[in-house]
């Protein structure tokens, strides 16, 4: 064999070997710093809040938001969604949508406040600490905080790495904030875990007037590598445990992103009759498995169906795919008075937020 040829094949080999071992040590990294957060960890509450105790017989307005960690400006894809982009456009319109997420909600003068995918130190929403910013707008509210997705750097898309990220739900309350849990869900033990690290979700209370508690249960269920055991596991859990709190005396109220069709047909209803199976995560809510002191808040004002959630595949404009997928549980003793989709364009998020009335009774 010629020494050039050998030489070529030599320098070829180290290329291949390094390769392999760049690539082999970045999987190994992944795997490795894979951790999750302990369950049943004690939250600590944050901020003021003038008032102290809730009554029965008043009427209170809740209200949830997930912000899409400020990126999901109306012409945003995501990478994930089988659109393009990983980050948000620019630190500025990254500040902006978070802004007007929490200006938007503010508006209602709510008195409790669910917020979903509040990203902070994230690569792809330039390390903000977007909590902050929410609680600016938020000044005389309590608020507990619990993580809910924490990953590695990930290296996808090539072009421009969506990077290591850290977000969190929050819950915000006008009247004092007792104490808090967070509760880890049950998630994919394969690969998939990757994708849907570290779902949970967190248990605020707030007195009420006479020595029961009212519980504000904030969720983000899984929409990435999930599997039907995986959705029903996170259902059992999460009703198991508002059932509990609701055979204790004490008042249940829960809201978010349930990543799930949560009316069953809205698929249907606002897609000119397109069938459920557009979108994988679009399931479903599965109400056989709702125990009979909980349910759901579908009594939307003026019987009108609003969407709540847009796939992010392509830039957003009327007549694309939409969902309803955010919403409300109550127990028994609560009375959902009314509730309403407000359809905001998905100008500053690929959701919208949902407001509800309801009443301890």
Known sequence: MPKAL?????????????VV??????????????????????LEPGGT???????????????????????????????????????????????????????????????????????????????IEQSELIAKKFENYAFTKAVNYHSAFLMYPLTKPHGSSNSEIMTLSKYA????????LPISTGVSKLLDLDRCYSKSRVAVAGGKELVL??????????????????????????????EAGNYCVCGGDFNHDFTGTSTQDLNAGAGTTDFGWAQPF????????????????????????RNCDVPYKEGNFTIIVDGFLVTSNVTCERVENHYTSFTYSDHCPVAMQFKLN
């Open 6 to 18: 050998k030489v070529l094949l030599k320098v070829i080999l180290c290329i291949v070997l390094i």
């Open 21 to 42: 071992l760049v690539v082999g040590g970045y999987f190994a990294y992944v795997f490795l710093s894979y951790s999750r957060i302990d369950d049943n960890l004690a």
């Open 49 to 127: 809040a003038a008032a102290t105790a809730v009554s029965t017989g008043t009427t209170y307005t809740i209200v949830t938001q997930n912000i899409g960690f400020g990126a999901y400006s109306q012409d945003f894809t995501f990478f994930m969604d089988g659109g393009k982009e990983s980050w948000g456009r620019s630190k500025e319109e990254v500040t902006d949508n978070v802004n007007a997420a929490a200006t938007t909600v503010a508006s209602f003068h709510p008195d409790f406040v669910l917020f979903q995918e509040v990203d902070f130190d994230s690569t792809r929403s330039y390390h």
């Open 177 to 184: 904030i007792t104490g808090g849990v967070r509760r880890s």
């Open 217 to 246: 249960y904030n969720v983000h269920l899984s929409a990435y590598g999930n599997s039907d055991e995986i959705r029903t596991g996170q259902m059992n859990m999460l009703f198991g445990d508002m059932k509990a709190e609701y």
């Open 286 to 309: 599965p109400a056989d498995l709702l125990p009979d002191c909980i349910s759901r808040c579908v009594n939307y004002a003026n019987a009108t169906l609003q969407p709540t959630c």
